[in-house]
């Protein structure tokens, strides 16, 4: 979770075109900064976005887009993504193929990846992108674990995400914390410590800070 801030939900609506059940999420966000593959993405934004998603052929199809107010001007990102889970020697393991299209003042991106995720003690992930307006290939490996606190309610997710591409490699070392007021609200926060070796490119991150904090709210 890049960003941080307000998300509101409507999941269950009926619908009839791709599959039974239709599902519709909004949201806010804020954050001082934030990355995706470990590339600046943009800095002090406050934004919304709207998500659907719906059963398909045994998964889970969906698309999403977010607006977001910066600095700079307005910029969006949009995509789809579907999701599956499949048994492989007897472990199931998350299957998920996506597309993003993001509007950078950084620079734009047009991305294709795959990625496997399964948990075992720790939540393990590993994905393979591609993004095409600046040709750039790279591998994306992460690890999370998820903590219960003294704290009733309140869940702390240490994770460490990293990138290995031809031009560069990057580093996400940081925290999540999730506090759940009722059935229906919950509280969220995250501090992370972001680097890459990017040199000379508008996509570097020179050990950049990104703390924020946000509420999460599902009818």
């Not at 719906?54 to 307005?74: I, P, Y």
């Not at 299957?95 to 047009?110: M, N, P, Q, V």
Request: avoid cysteine; aromatic fraction near 10%.
């Amino acid at each position: 979770m890049t960003m941080l801030g307000i998300a509101l939900s409507n999941a269950g609506s009926q619908a009839t075109t791709l599959a039974t059940d239709l599902s519709v999420e909004g949201g806010a966000s804020i954050s001082n900064f934030s990355t995706h593959r470990g590339l600046a993405t943009r800095e002090d934004s406050i934004g919304g976005s709207l998500a659907l998603s719906t059963a398909v052929g045994g998964g889970d199809l969906s698309f999403g887009a977010s607006l977001f107010d910066t600095d700079g001007g307005g910029e969006m990102d949009f995509g789809a993504s579907y999701s599956l889970g499949v048994d492989l020697f007897g472990q199931n393991i998350g299957l998920t193929a996506a597309l993003k299209d993001t509007e950078s003042i950084f620079g734009d991106r047009e991305e294709l990846s795959l990625t496997a995720s399964y948990t075992y003690i720790a939540d393990l992930s590993v994905g393979v992108w591609y993004e095409d307006n600046n040709d750039l290939f790279g591998v994306e490996l992460g690890v999370s674990y998820d903590f219960k606190t003294p704290v009733e309610n309140l869940t702390l997710s240490p994770f460490v995400t990293v990138n290995f591409a031809e031009e560069y490699e990057a580093l996400e070392l940081g925290v999540k914390a999730d506090y759940v007021l009722t059935e229906d609200v919950s509280i969220i926060g995250k501090v992370s410590f972001n680097n890459n070796t990017f040199e000379g490119s508008s996509f570097e991150v020179d050990e950049e800070w990104v703390v924020g904090a946000g509420l999460s709210y599902k009818f």
